[in-house]
């Protein structure tokens, strides 16, 4: 049965119909609340109008003449069919409603007729005329009876060929050209223009008007559109519409024209508010490095590096010295012991600074992109900036910038800066006690030397000069493990903020600019503009 045949019956003759109606589906699909509703319904009027017609026999072509009333479509049509079963008449308007003609015994041209609303049908054995034509004579479009005009135009919507039949008299009539051939212009090679009553004019006279006819059609870009001269009356150049219609038959490809062109039309519309596939790129790297700049990062990772610095000082500082800075400073800030620098540890993050970041990455990834791809990338990249102040304090505040493991390195410079500080203090203590014994006028105590240098004396000078240089070298080993242990502290908070912009700003932009991609494909396909076998690689 006809009508149960599926869209892709086309695809017998033309792949890329059913391949470019596919992508207007897609795109459909895609385009759904983002583009003009008007637009998108009427692409999607488009796929439906495609699906009923190719259900309905793809393999029949239906011929409709059109035309004003009394240009001679009744005429035509009856000598086409060869047999008077339309009505002609000299008082107009005569025909109030399309007839049929089918030719050849398809079993059931039904549905189609049905789906075109044509209740009077004819049907003849092929003959002059090929089998698998259905032609129909239409009423006048310049109608005094306002349904002659609606029923013209459901068939202009739904016919395979549109023959147009005009009179010498009204062939530059706006109604037609305005009203119907302008708009026709998609579907060009589909349209035939015949200029009937041709018996009327003289030879000179009817070129002068084929030619002005030519000369209007090709200025509303109906080019491809064939144009021939008849007389109902004379029978003349009736041969040439027959062949004319039967090869749109023959070839059979007249269905899918018209289907092409309608998906042209609309898909072309569309692409005008998606623009070509862009690649268009979110630079997440200079949004993560602005944030960085806007969440007061910095100011986290150098409170982490003076923690480091007072507990490895702590840790390497040698015993006595601590020993007494501890005294000294408990005496004058009891409150020391707690340590945590206060006031640092509260990220500064500055939403002003975030949302000028995430505005920039959305302004920036809209450059190019038709109207409406800035208002959405702005609304997407608002609302992120909405969130994502707080969505970063938060993961800021989980990095523990306080923390730092204790260091072996550590216990070295303590033991061995401690063991300096006890020899200088032996020293100075065992000379304090050689001068008591001198002062007191006893026999001195022996003193061992080393070389020529008294013990005693070598462990109080030595012992300090080595202390100082210890300590000189101590501090350059801590300020060069805190500037470490800042990178350190730096990077894992840039990476929390960069988790976190990922989630929030640049993954929402990213499906945005997706969807722009995929419906930018989806659409170069269905206007036909890209191959469907390379377009779906790179789509897929
Ligand atoms: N001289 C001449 N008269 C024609 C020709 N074709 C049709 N006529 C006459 O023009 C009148 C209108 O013809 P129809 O075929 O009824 O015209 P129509 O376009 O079907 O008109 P409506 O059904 O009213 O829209 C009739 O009297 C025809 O005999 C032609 O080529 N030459
Ligand atoms: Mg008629």
Same mark, same amino acid.
């Given at each position: 049965?006809?009508?149960?045949?599926?869209?892709? =019956?086309?695809?017998?003759?033309?792949?890329?119909?059913?391949?470019?109606?596919?992508?207007?589906?897609?795109?459909?699909?895609?385009?759904? *609340?983002?583009?003009?509703?008007?637009?998108?319904?009427?692409?999607?009027? @488009?796929?439906?109008?495609?699906?009923?017609?190719?259900?309905? *026999?793809?393999?029949?072509?239906?011929?409709?003449?059109?035309?004003?009333?009394?240009?001679?479509?009744?005429?035509?049509?009856?000598?086409?069919?060869?047999?008077?079963?339309?009505?002609?008449?000299?008082?107009?308007?005569?025909?109030?409603?399309?007839?049929?003609?089918? @030719?050849?015994?398809?079993?059931?041209? $039904?549905?189609?007729?049905?789906?075109? $609303?044509?209740?009077?049908?004819?049907?003849?054995?092929?003959?002059?005329?090929?089998?698998?034509?259905?032609?129909?004579?239409?009423?006048?479009?310049?109608?005094?009876?306002?349904?002659?005009?609606?029923?013209?135009?459901?068939?202009?919507?739904?016919?395979?060929?549109?023959?147009?039949?005009?009179?010498?008299?009204? /062939?530059?009539? +706006?109604?037609? #050209?305005?009203? /119907?051939?302008?708009?026709?212009?998609?579907?060009?090679?589909?349209?035939?223009?015949?200029?009937?009553?041709?018996?009327?004019?003289?030879?000179?006279?009817?070129?002068?008007?084929? #030619?002005?006819?030519?000369?209007?059609?090709?200025?509303?870009?109906?080019?491809?559109?064939?144009?021939?001269?008849?007389?109902?009356?004379?029978?003349?150049?009736?041969?040439?519409?027959?062949?004319?219609?039967?090869? /749109?038959?023959?070839?059979? %490809?007249?269905?899918?024209? %018209?289907?092409?062109?309608?998906?042209?039309?609309?898909?072309?519309?569309?692409?005008?508010?998606?623009?070509?596939?862009?690649?268009?790129?979110?630079? =997440?790297?200079?949004?993560?490095?602005?944030?960085?700049?806007?969440?007061?990062?910095?100011?986290?990772?150098?409170? !982490?590096?003076?923690? /480091?610095?007072?507990?490895?000082?702590?840790?390497?500082?040698?015993?006595?010295?601590?020993?007494?800075?501890?005294?000294? +400073?408990?005496?004058?800030?009891?409150? +020391?012991?707690?340590?945590?620098?206060? $006031?640092?540890?509260?990220?500064?993050?500055?939403?002003?600074? @975030?949302?000028?970041?995430?505005?920039?990455?959305?302004?920036?990834?809209?450059?190019?992109?038709?109207?409406?791809?800035?208002?959405?990338?702005?609304?997407?990249?608002?609302?992120?900036?909405?969130?994502?102040?707080?969505? @970063?304090?938060?993961?800021?505040?989980?990095?523990?910038?306080?923390?730092?493991?204790?260091?072996?390195?550590?216990?070295?410079?303590?033991?061995?800066?401690?063991?300096?500080?006890?020899?200088?203090?032996? !020293?100075?203590?065992?000379?304090?006690?050689?001068?008591?014994? $001198?002062?007191?006028?006893?026999?001195?105590?022996?003193?061992?030397?080393?070389?020529?240098?008294?013990?005693?004396?070598?462990?109080?000078? *030595? !012992?300090?000069?080595?202390?100082?240089?210890? *300590?000189?070298?101590?501090? +350059?080993?801590?300020?060069?493990?805190? =500037?470490?242990?800042?990178?350190?502290?730096?990077?894992?908070?840039?990476?929390?903020?960069?988790?976190?912009?990922?989630?929030? =700003?640049?993954?929402?932009?990213?499906?945005?600019?997706?969807? #722009?991609?995929?419906?930018?494909?989806?659409?170069?396909?269905?206007?036909?503009?890209?191959?469907?076998?390379?377009? %779906?690689?790179?789509?897929?």
């Amino acid at each position: 049965m006809p009508s149960s045949r599926p869209v892709t =019956a086309v695809a017998d003759r033309g792949p890329a119909l059913a391949e470019r109606l596919g992508a207007l589906a897609d795109a459909v699909d895609a385009a759904d *609340g983002r583009l003009d509703e008007d637009l998108v319904s009427r692409a999607r009027a @488009v796929l439906v109008k495609a699906q009923e017609r190719l259900a309905r *026999g793809p393999d029949t072509v239906v011929v409709a003449l059109g035309g004003g009333t009394g240009s001679g479509k009744s005429s035509l049509f009856n000598a086409m069919a060869g047999t008077p079963v339309s009505r002609v008449g000299a008082v107009r308007p005569v025909t109030g409603e399309p007839i049929s003609f089918s @030719v050849g015994d398809d079993p059931d041209p $039904g549905p189609l007729l049905d789906w075109l $609303g044509v209740r009077r049908r004819h049907a003849g054995p092929a003959g002059a005329l090929e089998e698998g034509l259905i032609l129909v004579d239409l009423p006048d479009h310049d109608s005094v009876e306002l349904d002659h005009r609606q029923i013209v135009d459901r068939f202009v919507e739904r016919v395979d060929v549109l023959v147009w039949v005009v009179d010498p008299l009204k /062939y530059a009539q +706006r109604a037609l #050209h305005d009203g /119907y051939l302008k708009l026709l212009a998609a579907h060009a090679r589909v349209v035939v223009l015949v200029l009937n009553h041709a018996d009327t004019l003289s030879r000179d006279a009817r070129a002068a008007v084929l #030619h002005d006819l030519r000369r209007l059609l090709d200025a509303e870009g109906l080019r491809r559109a064939k144009l021939l001269s008849t007389s109902a009356r004379t029978g003349e150049g009736l041969d040439g519409l027959r062949s004319t219609i039967n090869d /749109y038959v023959i070839e059979r %490809r007249a269905v899918a024209e %018209r289907i092409a062109g309608d998906l042209g039309n609309v898909s072309n519309a569309l692409v005008s508010q998606v623009g070509p596939p862009h690649a268009a790129t979110l630079d =997440a790297g200079a949004l993560a490095r602005s944030l960085v700049a806007a969440c007061g990062v910095e100011p986290l990772a150098a409170a !982490g590096r003076r923690t /480091y610095v007072n507990d490895a000082n702590d840790a390497t500082r040698p015993a006595v010295t601590s020993a007494v800075l501890k005294r000294v +400073r408990s005496v004058r800030n009891p409150l +020391r012991r707690l340590r945590r620098p206060a $006031g640092t540890s509260a990220p500064d993050v500055s939403s002003i600074g @975030v949302r000028h970041a995430v505005l920039m990455l959305a302004d920036e990834a809209a450059t190019d992109l038709p109207h409406p791809w800035p208002q959405r990338l702005h609304d997407a990249a608002h609302n992120a900036a909405e969130k994502l102040p707080s969505a @970063v304090a938060r993961a800021l505040d989980r990095v523990d910038v306080h923390h730092v493991p204790r260091r072996a390195w550590w216990r070295l410079f303590w033991v061995v800066g401690s063991a300096l500080e006890l020899a200088t203090l032996l !020293g100075v203590i065992w000379l304090t006690m050689l001068a008591a014994v $001198g002062w007191l006028q006893l026999p001195p105590p022996p003193t061992p030397e080393v070389g020529s240098a008294p013990l005693p004396t070598l462990m109080a000078i *030595g !012992g300090l000069l080595a202390s100082l240089v210890w *300590g000189f070298v101590r501090r +350059r080993a801590v300020a060069a493990a805190a =500037a470490r242990h800042h990178a350190g502290v730096f990077s894992r908070l840039a990476k929390a903020v960069g988790i976190v912009a990922d989630e929030h =700003a640049v993954r929402p932009l990213r499906t945005e600019l997706d969807v #722009h991609a995929r419906l930018s494909q989806a659409l170069q396909r269905a206007a036909g503009r890209a191959s469907p076998r390379r377009a %779906r690689s790179q789509g897929g």
